[in-house]
């Protein structure tokens, strides 16, 4: 089993649409919960980071995380043909970050 | 854009061969991870250099090797190239290895034939 499991998709939803993105993790002592947002032939682009559980808004994304079980939610309202890329979660254990294989969405006009 | 970049973009080597990967890392940052991305999955942590030592690595066979330079920098070394190490090399700098605010290089898109 991965430490961290996220559905590769594809997904694609018309523009407006809210997007539902999520990943489950083994490890319990992960702390630190990133998505990180993947154009094609681009490096990863860090979108936010989260710290335990909760929630955290910036402008159209929402992440959430519940430790209870293991299970983290990125939210994108109001989607744009713009966010069209790969959504990968990310843990932080110790130095070094552990990603999910990654969400592929397209927003259609 | 990140301030962090990769030469070269693209390559393509033979089996066989050795292959070096070169990171400039973003100004104020000291650490450099290195990650490997095969099509379709996500990134998967090669190792960290930390003030030009290594500072952990990941589940890759010790043909792949680092360097750290004293301004930071770093290259990625990888010898006896398998068809299986086409992938997208990325590197990533940040202010220490533990920081949650790493940033990415463009990558280099490493062909073996």
């Known amino acids: 089993q991965k430490e961290v499991e996220q559905d590769p998709g594809p997904l694609s939803v018309p523009e407006g649409a809210i997007v539902s993105l999520n990943c489950t993790y083994s490890?319990?002592?992960?702390?630190?919960f990133m998505w990180y947002r993947q154009y094609s032939r681009k490096g990863p682009e860090l979108l936010m980071y989260?710290?335990?559980?909760g929630n955290k808004e910036d402008g159209r994304f929402t992440a959430q995380v519940d430790k209870s079980s293991k299970y983290i939610s990125l939210f994108i309202r109001d989607s744009q043909p713009s966010d069209s890329a790969t959504y990968l979660c990310?843990?932080?254990?110790?130095?070094?970050?552990?990603f999910g294989q990654g969400t592929e969405l397209s927003v259609k006009p | 854009e990140t301030g962090v970049t990769q030469s070269p973009t693209h390559l393509i080597k033979t089996r066989g061969q050795q292959v070096t990967l070169r990171c400039s890392s973003q100004?104020?940052?000291?650490?450099v991870s290195w990650y490997q991305q095969a099509l379709g999955q996500g990134p998967q942590f090669i190792f960290q250099?930390?003030?030009?030592?290594?500072?952990g690595r990941g589940n890759f066979p010790p043909r792949f090797s680092g360097l750290q330079f004293p301004n930071y920098s770093s290259e990625l070394n990888v010898n006896a190239l398998e068809l299986d190490d086409s992938a997208l090399y990325l590197c990533?700098?940040?202010?220490?290895?533990?920081?949650?605010?790493?940033?990415f290089g463009q990558g280099t898109r490493l062909t073996v034939v």
């Open positions: 990310a843990m932080l254990n110790g130095g070094k970050l552990i």
């Open positions: 989260t710290y335990s559980s």
């Open positions: 100004s104020g940052h000291n650490t």
């Open positions: 250099y930390y003030r030009e030592e290594e500072n």
């Open positions: 490890n319990s002592a992960f702390q630190y």
């Open positions: 990533a700098s940040s202010r220490q290895g533990g920081d949650t605010e790493a940033f």
